[in-house]
């Protein structure tokens, strides 16, 4: 069963991003073995530092169709799935930083891979610790490096999969399940793009209060005198 866009509002990602598009597409191809692909899309953002994938509006769009019945799977088996995929995923993340170690830091920037998003990322992962696992996983970009971040960092691996599989449930079946529910909703069923681009925006959120609260205390250190002239 294909569920077409019901709103005219446009999406912020290129059409082979939209996750309604992205799920329609694999339910054309694939019927109920389109969990599959999307599992396979979590574990490629999540676990191959490919961070321009719809990761929480993907999710979110997953349960709405389980909820509307274009995705003929029981919600439990989706949700495990998912969680699989989310847990699979961070796990080759760490894989790759605990063994390809600060090279993965040293490479240059491109459209995929950027520094500043990998020095923001270990910023993060410094400040919150093993909860940065957690709450990474709702920040775009964050959650694509965070387990690097933690390989990198050597964090003890029986400590890295405990937070694995709480983030993991935490975003892979929360996102998921609130998506299901939503979508129970007239408003949120009839303007799904609208919803996507809020469950976009939110997300976002983190980055921005970070990026508030870095001006701010840059604004209140005062700055070092200048040397006296010889």
């Known amino acids: 069963m294909r569920v077409p866009p019901i709103t005219t509002v446009p999406m912020l990602l290129p059409s082979w991003m939209d996750p309604d598009t992205l799920i329609n597409g694999l339910l054309d191809q694939f019927g109920t073995w389109a969990v599959a692909g999307i599992a396979l899309i979590v574990i490629i953002e999540t676990g191959l530092l490919f961070p321009l994938l719809p990761g929480d509006s993907l999710l979110f769009t997953v349960g709405l169709f389980v909820g509307t019945g274009a995705i003929d799977m029981p919600l439990w088996l989706v949700c495990l799935i998912l969680f699989l995929a989310a847990f699979v995923g961070d796990q080759m993340g760490y894989a790759i930083g ?118 701010r205390q840059a604004k209140r250190t005062p700055e070092s005198p200048a040397a006296p002239a010889e």
């Open 98 to 215: 605990h063994f390809a170690g600060p090279k993965i830091f040293d490479r240059p920037n491109s459209k995929i891979f950027n520094q500043q998003q990998i020095a923001r990322t270990h910023a993060f992962f410094e400040r919150y610790g093993g909860r940065a696992l957690i709450l990474g996983r709702f920040v775009p970009f964050v959650r694509t490096y965070i387990p690097v971040a933690a390989g990198i960092g050597k964090m003890p691996y029986r400590h890295f999969i405990s937070y694995n599989a709480i983030g993991a449930f935490a975003w892979g079946v929360g996102v998921t399940l609130l998506g299901y529910w939503l979508g129970g909703f007239a408003i949120v069923r009839d303007n799904i793009e609208v919803a996507l681009i809020l469950i976009v925006a939110v997300s976002l959120l983190p980055i921005a209060i970070e990026w508030f609260n870095a001006r």
